[in-house]
Nanobody
Framework: QVRLVESGGGSVQAGGSLRLSCVAS????????VAWFRQAPGKVREGLAA????????FYPDGVKGRFTISQDNAKTTVYLQIDSLKPEDTAMYYC????????????????WGQGTQVTVSS
């Protein structure tokens, strides 16, 4: 069973950038979709970006602006989320999740989750 560990969160000023990492262990993710989500207190969880690790094909929901970029390393063990032009409303817990056999942009179908990394943006 795959284990996912997120890192890279922190406290940043508005306008800054962060790169979050999601490291997979315990099982290969070469044939997985891996996605990034976030959840702010009192708000629903939202999908931000997904990648099919085997091909590197990326998926973004229609409502997500171009500030989020998903990528992966050549070893196919780590998936990144680059967040640019951070805003206070980006403050949330960010999670990565993995799944096989799904359309990667089917945000409700992910079953394997990391513990999350907190991002706090101050104005």
């Amino acid at each position: 069973q795959v284990r996912l560990v997120e890192s890279g969160g922190g406290s940043v000023q508005a306008g800054g950038s962060l790169r979050l990492s999601c490291v997979a262990s315990g099982a290969t993710i070469s044939n997985n979709c891996v996605a990034w989500f976030r959840q702010a207190p009192g708000k629903v969880r939202e999908g931000l970006a997904a990648v099919y690790v085997g091909s590197g094909s990326a998926f973004y929901p229609d409502g997500v602006k171009g500030r989020f970029t998903i990528s992966q390393d050549n070893a196919k063990t780590t998936v990144y989320l680059q967040i640019d032009s951070l805003k206070p409303e980006d403050t949330a817990m960010y999670y990565c999740a993995a799944e096989t056999g799904i359309y990667c942009a089917n945000w409700s179908k992910y079953n394997f989750w990391g513990q999350g990394t907190q991002v706090t943006v101050s104005s």
